[in-house]
């Protein structure tokens, strides 16, 4: 039994980045058995290479990830070039412009038992390009009101491969919505206790509401090879583009992301310190699908902070329509100074 474990990093000029790896195991128990504690970090460990190259408003990426192991599933990436546009003025104009364009061969793979496949690999090339015009503005002074518009067109080629079910296809997707937020602050100057090591005290509040509004493309996720999925995760997902990057899974949506964020910061040692952070968001469904109900879990996530060197988290998911708690999660973390920590 053996594995081979090689990185490589490298920036050999400011705007340039280079990085590789590779971890290959001859068997997915390997480190199980000799190295657990790097189990448990990543149970399934993957091979790439990528380059980056930037500029002032753009950003160039290569990427590469073959598999090199047999026994785990692997979407390969032979490879993948993507063009990023950062969010930028369009000239002297109020608009602001965004994209995301990328390229490449895709093969899913999926994992073989005892060097047997299970004949339902694919693979396809594809082609997508985003592009977004947003307009932020600031009304009445306090009022922060973004809506935003905007496209992308995605080629699929005819997959190929004994798993293979799709034809070739030009999807091309719509999306528009705006984003509401208010900021409000109030300052307590003489507001000191030795206890909770405060001196001063300022309470920001940030309610927000995002609508996004996406029309059925066409064709659909269903009808399309599936590399860049929606992926089951305790955290609520992105609702709007691009940071929604599930390519092959986007589909029609009509939702409110409603948000709610309380801090409380005081004066300390090190500058001014979050006595409180606590931020309460859920999704309305306009149009729920049909495993979906009209309103999404609550989500709070709030850090305690009483003093420099004591910091207690919460994270919780509430499911509104079975009234129940689906996630609980409570930490407590004392760091006396900066060199050791214990949770």
Not at 96 to 119: I, L, P, Q
Not at 292 to 318: I, N
Request: proline letters at 6%; charged letters at 25%.
């Amino acid at each position: 039994r053996q594995r081979v474990y090689f990185g490589y990093q490298s920036t050999p000029f400011t705007d340039l980045s280079l990085k590789g790896l590779v971890q290959y195991e001859s068997d997915e128990k390997v480190n199980y058995d000799f190295f657990e504690g790097e189990y448990r970090q990543n149970p399934q460990p993957i091979t790439f290479f990528e380059a980056n190259k930037s500029w002032q408003n753009f950003s160039l990426d290569v990427f590469a990830q073959p598999r090199v192991n047999d026994f785990l599933e692997t979407v390969e990436r032979l490879p993948e070039l993507k063009l990023t546009g950062y969010r930028q003025q369009l000239g002297a104009s109020p608009l602001y412009y965004e994209s995301e364009s990328s390229a490449g061969y895709y093969r899913e793979c999926f994992a073989e038992t005892n060097n047997v496949a299970t004949a339902d690999d694919y693979a396809a090339w594809r082609a997508d390009s985003y592009h977004q015009v947003l307009l932020p503005r600031t009304l009445f002074g306090w009022l922060n009101l973004t809506p935003r518009v905007g496209g992308r067109f995605t080629y699929y080629s005819e997959a190929t491969g004994p798993g293979a079910s799709t034809e070739e296809h030009y999807r091309g997707v719509f999306n528009t919505g705006a984003e509401v937020s208010i900021k409000a602050s109030r300052v307590w100057a003489g507001a000191q206790n030795k206890f909770f090591d405060t001196d001063g005290l300022r309470h920001i509040v940030e309610p927000s509401v995002n609508y996004v509004y996406v029309p059925k493309p066409n064709p659909r996720p269903n009808e399309l090879p599936q590399f860049d999925t929606e992926l089951p995760s305790l955290r609520l997902l992105p609702i709007e583009y691009p940071d929604y990057n599930s390519i092959d899974s986007i589909d029609s949506q009509n939702v409110v992301r409603l948000g709610l964020r309380n801090r409380l910061q005081t004066k300390r040692e090190n500058g001014i310190d979050d006595l409180v952070n606590w931020e309460i968001f859920t999704d309305w469904r306009l149009q729920p699908a049909t495993n979906q109900t009209t309103f999404a879990d609550v989500y709070s996530d709030l850090v305690l902070k009483p003093r420099s060197w004591l910091t207690l988290e919460s994270e919780t998911r509430f499911d509104v329509s079975d009234m129940d708690f689906r996630l609980s999660q409570l930490t407590l973390t004392l760091r006396p100074n900066d060199r050791w920590n214990w949770r």
